[in-house]
């Protein structure tokens, strides 16, 4: 089979296409977005096709027809009018010193629309130059102009919290904005997007007609890359894939999507994958969690520690609808910017109580998501986890040896460094049991061993119910009593029950830590 070219770190419609590179056809949504109002902003995570989604309005608006030969929107589209294009992508003023080095940003991006159309370089504010270059524009080429900004939200994200320049930065953003609404007669269409939805009135000024198509179900699969286009349009790229790691391409199909699929956008949206790890496992011939290669991003960790988020309660979470059109400096918990970050997605819809369930989308988000949170919590990057602990723990859990697991638990929990400032953290800790729950649950799925704590059931609340092929245990983690003790409390309260209906084996763990040592003191098993 006949190599094929990816664009690894090519995000220009154009050059895609010019080049030869694959592309899953969207343009019948994009030409169908447009259509719905002259100003659209979307949220979608990092590294999702925002920017070639902005790039493809670009090349459409600028009438390069002929890149759009063969392509879904060709039947749709008969006029190709050609409109002046001004395309800002604002990922390039992140980590801005201060509001005034942020203001100089913006105007050094306005630069090459300023000189094209004789705009004014020395006004002083980047929005009077912005809304000179609009006007400019109209009025040479007798054609509205098409505003494109991509990643709007860059400059704000890394400060959302610092009292001390959030504010400054938000006046800098909120003048660069205020002109669209102003020069809306002079705007065929403005595309924003981002990964947060900052509150109009703070950023947007007034711009009460911003038509948010985030979450519509017409628009779910605008970005990302869909299992019916896995399986029509990337099927050769399965097969180059499966005959490089040796297994059927059912088999491969099943590895990838547990690893990057499981996006939802919208209540009835199809299943979509991480198209970023999808093409970078196309084009590497193997599958590993290539979206956490560039990083957690720091400003979730941080929104994630100020609100002192339970990272253990992240799968079936109920928030209410009206938790995603909650302005993201106004926000009380981290979980909305969990979703637009990627982190968690939709599962399920409540059309009475209107209410969503959210959860951890795949494989790939539950174990890079642990990367990122392992320094904080304890101190270890995965590699210290990963060496040595990591094969044994797993193999032993495996194969049903719980005393050889928890041997090695027990001398590696010995051994951890933690972080400083441990005895803070456990003392914030709900409950002693509760923080060890926190490192259990980091290490397990570190080891893409699923783990769920807390887990409800009809007498109680189980601490921890872990997850392996044919087999389920059940965790009681105890810091005042026995192993007996924890044992008997799974009894007790039928823990176990709801999982012994099921074709998998069921172990129970009673699980005693000494809190001085901060390891497991001992521990009791029952099958």
């Known amino acids: 089979m006949t190599s094929r070219k990816y664009p690894i770190g090519i995000q220009t419609f154009s050059r895609i296409i010019r080049e030869n590179y694959v592309y899953v056809d969207k343009t019948d949504l994009v030409w169908k977005m447009t259509k719905v109002s002259p100003f659209v902003f979307l949220s979608r995570p990092r590294r999702f096709g925002k920017s070639l989604l902005s790039s493809t309005l670009h090349s459409y608006f600028a009438g390069e027809k002929e890149l759009f030969e063969g392509l879904k929107i060709m039947p749709l589209e008969h006029e190709w009018d050609v409109y002046p294009v001004l395309h800002l992508d604002l990922s390039v003023a992140k980590n801005m010193p201060s509001a005034n080095d942020l203001q100089t940003a913006l105007s050094i991006m306005l630069r090459p629309w300023l000189d094209m159309y004789g705009g004014d370089r020395e006004m002083p504010f980047p929005g009077q130059q912005l809304k000179d270059v ?10 509205q102009a098409v505003v494109i900004i991509d990643e709007y939200d860059a400059p704000l994200l890394d400060v959302l919290h610092d009292d001390g320049r959030i504010d400054d930065y938000r006046r ?7 002109p669209l609404k102003a020069c809306e007669p002079m705007i065929r269409f403005c595309f924003i997007t981002g990964i947060t939805k900052f509150s109009q009135p703070s950023i947007f000024s007034s711009f009460n007609c911003l038509k948010n198509v985030s979450m519509l179900p017409e628009f779910s699969a605008i970005c990302g890359i869909t299992e019916s286009e896995l399986c029509h349009d990337l099927r050769p ?6 005959e490089a790691e040796g297994c059927t391409v059912e088999e491969t199909h099943r590895q990838l999507k547990d690893l990057y699929d499981g996006y939802h956008f919208s209540r009835n949206s199809e299943e979509t994958y991480n198209p970023f790890s999808l093409i970078n496992a196309f084009s590497s011939r193997e599958t590993r969690p290539y979206w ?9 960790i941080r929104q994630m520690q100020f609100f002192h988020t339970d990272i253990t309660q992240m799968d079936d979470i109920e928030v209410p609808a009206t938790a995603f059109d909650r302005p993201t400096e106004a926000m009380t918990d981290a979980l909305p910017l969990l979703y637009q970050s990627g982190y968690l997605t939709i599962k399920d819809y409540d059309r009475e109580l209107k209410a969503y369930t959210l959860s951890i989308p795949n494989q790939e988000v539950r174990i890079g998501f642990t990367e990122g949170l392992l320094p904080t919590y304890i101190g270890l990057d995965s590699a210290q986890v990963q060496m040595g602990f990591a094969a044994k723990f797993w193999r032993a859990l495996r194969q049903r040896d719980i005393d050889h697991a928890m041997r090695e638990m027990q001398a590696y929990l010995a051994g951890i460094p933690y972080v400083e400032g441990f005895k803070k953290k456990l003392a914030e800790a709900a409950t002693a049991e509760g923080f060890y729950e926190y490192t259990f649950y980091l290490i397990f799925n570190m080891l893409n061993v699923y783990a769920r704590t807390q887990v409800k059931c009809f007498t109680g609340r189980i601490d921890m119910v872990v ?8 965790f009681e983690l ?6 007996g003790a924890a044992l008997r409390q799974i009894d007790d309260r039928g823990y176990a029950l709801p999982y012994q209906t099921g074709s998998d084996d069921v172990v129970k763990v009673g699980v ?12 009791k098993v029952e099958c």
Do not use: C, R
Not at 292 to 300: I, M, R, S, V
């Open 478 to 483: 105890k810091t005042s009593t026995t192993p």
């Open 467 to 474: 997850h392996m092929p044919g087999t389920t245990y059940v």
């Open 237 to 242: 790229d399965m097969e180059l894939l499966a």
């Open 134 to 143: 609009i006007s400019k524009a109209y009025n040479q080429t007798g054609k």
């Open 172 to 178: 800098v953003m909120q003048e660069f904005f205020q």
């Open 512 to 523: 005693s830590i000494d809190t001085a040592t901060m390891t497991i003191k001992g521990w």
């Open 292 to 300: 956490f290669d560039t990083g957690t991003p720091t400003f979730l």
